[in-house]
């Protein structure tokens, strides 16, 4: 069973941070969307994939993917919608005590946590690298078609 209201908080945690990244209009929903839509491919990825770092690659793809969409509807750029809309997978508490650890003089604790929070961070990097150079292949190939037929 999917967690509703979790995926209701993603939803609002995208919606505030794109009131803080100011961005106006309808855009604003469709990048709070973008948050909820994100997190709900990270759950439904739970049920199927083995590994967690696969589960924020394949949630930062779709994400990326969504966003390119939107960006191409509201003729905007499609990172108005991802920094919003990326936001729920951005590992806070791993983060946190990865700081924590360090600040703490706790090494071993430290070495842990920075490596899975780093893990998490390249994780959703290469997502959206991934998802964005594909999107931009895709529409290079079909302009050149269009072009030249």
Request: glycine share 6%.
């Amino acid at each position: 069973m999917i967690p509703t209201f979790q995926i209701i908080l993603a939803f609002i945690g995208s919606l505030g941070f794109s009131i803080l990244f100011n961005i106006k209009g309808r855009k604003i929903w469709y990048a709070a969307l973008g948050g909820m839509v994100a997190w709900m491919i990270y759950l439904l990825g739970g049920l199927w994939l083995s590994s967690e770092m696969t589960q924020y690659f394949v949630s930062a793809i779709i994400v990326t993917f969504y966003s390119e969409l939107c960006a191409r509807i509201e003729k905007t750029p499609a990172t108005t919608f991802l920094t919003a809309a990326i936001i729920p997978l951005v590992p806070g508490r791993a983060l946190y005590y990865t700081m924590s650890y360090a600040i703490n003089n706790r090494i071993v604790e430290f070495a842990d946590y920075g490596s899975y929070t780093v893990s998490i961070a390249v994780a959703i990097a290469a997502g959206i690298m991934v998802a964005s150079s594909l999107f931009r292949i895709f529409f290079a190939l079909r302009s050149y078609e269009y072009r030249h037929h």
